[in-house]
């Protein structure tokens, strides 16, 4: 195990804020852990160990948490850094599945007893008749049936909602309560009650059968059995983003060598596979022999099927169309870029945005302070002179109305669904609290090359002088073909799109240093290069200078072209704007930001694409190692910056910036060192990434400020405050559908999130 590297755990047990605080309080108090941020959302712990413990002591530290977890009531358990995301992702899904066909399970004997109790309890209410038998104004026998069979109806109840008490009360032993503990005190407290007055008309009290509160106990747990199954239900779908990532992956792969389908967990880099029209490419590698469209959509958010024939890189899970592929893995198991992905969203899912931690105080103490006020409120209310039955109705209903799973959910939830949201449009977030943090971003740096730019160079424009524009593209295509400069390939590129890549080959070929290249083809001389390289030569090009220096104050780079001594023209190359990169920026006007191009070039070709992008200024002529202070300095002058770049060549200003957004492809390193990855290499998804950590922002404050009114609102009313004056006592029925509500909307107030349009 690598002892610098965090240890992620699998938690089970984890019922509500205060289980997820109170686990987070005891693991960072642990002797050799660094930091251990504990998800309620996810069911997971991220344990960062001391770096300077060994490797054998870093092993003993997990065993420790297992077993401290373990006396704490929740299970931990260790992913092993080998395992395989989606593998890991599969069990832990049908581990969910199962817990959730178990309390769906649970409901129907619950709902079943409970509605008869409700029946014979409160059924004469509503004008339904009970049989004399079980008439409890018939007899003194009846009284007494009447009691027996509330309480046989309420057995089952509390048998199927056992978990509450097995977990809850140990908790409450241990002076660490939780939500589980106020359900249990609650629904126990009025059992209790009724049993002990259900003894009483045993014994010929049969006034006390008008006492019985056996069907609050059944009810509460009913509803708060709902509660947990609707919420735990909509949790899944806040994973919808990740088990959509998992869904791509095949689980079988076509040899090619042999036509054998072996599972794609078999393969190994090097094998080569067949992929079939409509299948989805089973591991990430590159194409040997076909050509086809792929669809990426799921892996980049990029709707348009992607052209890819020999040499082209495929991403594992994508979707090939109609063409036949043959496919070398290079990249198989944990290394793909699915599972990066997977983890990418995964990690950012499991972490705490920093808003959280004020819930997190919060909820680390506000169990033990319920139960204080709930006891509080009912020896006020016997000190008053209420009936014992009032006094327990007010405890019962302040215990169970309480609970702080809406605090706790609050936060996770938008993180969850806003970074699947991200995922889905090909933006990948670190963190929660990237996310967070990003919505404050009110300047963006930008690279220029391969960020506003394509990063590769294009023929812009040619020039021929007295010739036809064939005779000079076919010149250049045929001396520049035998270089591997990146000018010369775009300028051989451009001439095979245009039907002039010949087959012609010059007899000689010389390269001149800092002046172009001489060849001999077809017995005469071909000049490509530099005006300095021409003049030497004696070729005159006054003709072109000028549009040579209007090039090149483009930032364009013109070269000239001549033959036998005559001057076939020039053919400029630069590297272009992107075509959408303009409207980003545009984008980022609007909404309210301000943006910085940040290049190496000269001053006159760096203007040039800043204003035909549109940036607010430009900064040119900076050395790589000089961006990340220009980055400095603006955050000194007070601004929260994002800077956009490569994620390799710009790491330091990367690092440096408030937020390091890095455009790249999924196999980039980016994915690993990044704070946010445009998995489309697209600009305009840097607005869409600051708009989706806005949406996310106002989604948690939503739910923070419901799940603050709730209970600072609940919690007096269950107390008996509008009863002081004249209003109505609350019901603890009434209190745990109001909980279990609560609940249910902050989830689903974070699902509405995952519809947003970025």
């Known amino acids: 195990m690598d002892q610098q590297k965090e240890v992620l755990f699998t938690v089970g047990g984890m019922h509500c804020a205060a289980c997820s605080s109170r686990l987070e309080r005891v693991l960072n108090g642990m002797d050799g852990v660094q930091s251990a941020p504990v998800s309620l959302a996810a069911n997971s712990a991220t344990v960062v160990p001391d770096p300077a413990l060994s490797e054998s002591d870093t092993e003993a530290l997990v065993h420790q948490i297992e077993e401290r977890a373990v006396d704490m009531g929740f299970t931990a358990t260790p992913v092993a850094p080998e395992a395989d995301m989606v593998d890991t992702w599969e069990a832990q899904q049908k581990e969910t599945v199962g817990q959730l066909a178990t309390l769906k399970a649970r409901l129907w004997p619950e709902f079943g007893f409970t509605i008869l109790l409700l029946l014979v309890s409160m059924g004469h209410m509503w004008g339904l008749p009970l049989p004399a038998i079980i008439d409890p104004m018939h007899s003194p026998e009846s009284a007494l049936n009447h009691a027996l069979l509330q309480l046989v109806l309420t057995l089952p109840v509390l048998w ?153 890189e495929v991403i594992g899970g994508s979707v090939n169309g109609n063409g036949v592929l043959y496919v070398q893995v290079t990249r198989t198991g944990d290394d793909s870029t699915l599972s990066r992905i997977i983890r990418f969203v995964e990690d950012a899912q499991g972490r705490k945005a920093p808003i959280s931690k004020t819930a997190d105080k919060v909820a680390g103490v506000f169990v033990p302070v319920v139960m204080g006020i709930a006891l509080l409120a009912a020896v006020i209310w016997a ?89 000079l593209l076919s010149a250049a295509a045929a001396v520049e073909a035998v270089s591997a400069h990146p000018l010369a390939t775009a300028i051989t590129a451009y001439a095979q799109e245009h039907g002039y890549g010949g087959t012609a080959r010059p007899e000689s070929f010389e390269n001149l240093s800092g002046r172009g290249l001489k060849a001999v083809l077809g017995g005469e001389t071909v000049l490509a290069g530099n005006r300095r390289l021409l003049e030497e030569h004696g070729v005159d090009v006054s003709s072109l200078v000028s549009d040579a220096e209007r090039l090149s104050a483009q930032g364009q780079t013109p070269m000239y072209f001549a033959k036998g001594g005559t001057l076939l023209g020039l053919i400029s190359v630069a590297d272009p704007v992107k075509e959408t990169s303009a409207a980003a920026i545009q984008k980022m006007r609007g909404q309210g930001i301000r943006t910085v191009l940040l290049t190496g070039d000269n001053r006159a070709a760096a203007e040039h694409i800043g204003s035909l992008v549109g940036v607010d200024e430009v ?62 290499s697209d600009l305009q998804d840097v607005p869409r990434a600051i708009r989706l950590s806005r949406l996310t922002l106002r989604d948690i404050k939503q739910n923070l400020f419901w799940a603050f009114c709730y209970n600072t609102i609940g919690i007096p009313i269950a107390a008996g405050l509008l009863f002081a004056f004249g209003g109505p006592l609350l019901s603890p029925m009434f209190a745990g559908a109001a909980m279990s509500l609560s609940s249910v909307c902050v989830v689903g107030n974070a699902l509405r999130l995952g519809r947003a349009k970025l």
């Open 160 to 312: 199927s909602g056992r978990h509450f008490y097995l977990i809850g009360l140990p908790n409450l032993w241990r002076l660490t309560p939780n939500m589980d503990s106020l359900v249990a005190m609650g629904t126990g407290a009025a059992f209790l009650y009724s049993l002990w007055n259900t003894v009483e008309v045993a014994l010929g009290h049969t006034g006390k059968v008008m006492d019985l509160y056996y069907e609050s106990a059944a009810v509460v747990l009913t509803l708060v059995s709902l509660g947990k199954f609707l919420e735990s239900r909509n949790m899944q779908k806040t994973k919808g983003a990740i088990t959509a990532l998992m869904q791509l992956s095949p689980d079988t792969a076509i040899l090619a060598d042999t036509g054998r389908e072996v599972p794609t967990s078999q393969l190994k880099v090097g094998d080569v596979v067949l992929v079939k029209p409509g299948a989805r490419v089973p591991a990430d590698g590159t194409v040997t022999q076909g050509e086809s469209s792929v669809n990426e959509a799921m892996l980049t958010g990029e709707s348009l099927p992607v052209e890819k024939a020999v040499g082209s």
């Open 383 to 471: 000190i008053a002179g209420q009936p014992f039955s009032f006094v327990l109705r007010v405890f019962t209903s302040v215990l169970v109305i309480a609970c702080p799973c809406a605090l706790g959910l609050a936060t996770p939830t938008a993180i969850m669904v806003g970074t699947g949201l991200g995922a889905k449009h090909g933006i990948l977030i670190r963190s929660g609290e990237i996310l967070e943090i990003t919505h404050s971003v009110d300047t963006v740096v930008l690279d220029k090359t391969g960020t506003v730019t394509e990063g590769t160079p294009a023929v812009t424009e040619v020039l021929p002088h007295r010739c036809e524009a064939s005779d």
């Open 619 to 680: 900064i040119a002529e900076v050395l790589p190692e000089e961006k990340a202070g220009v980055v400095e300095r603006l955050q000194s002058q007070g601004r929260k910056v994002m800077m956009v770049g490569d994620g390799i060549n710009d790491a330091p200003a990367l690092t440096a910036a408030t937020v390091g957004c890095a455009i790249g492809s999924g196999s980039d390193i980016a994915i690993e060192s990044a704070d946010i990855v445009l998995m489309r």
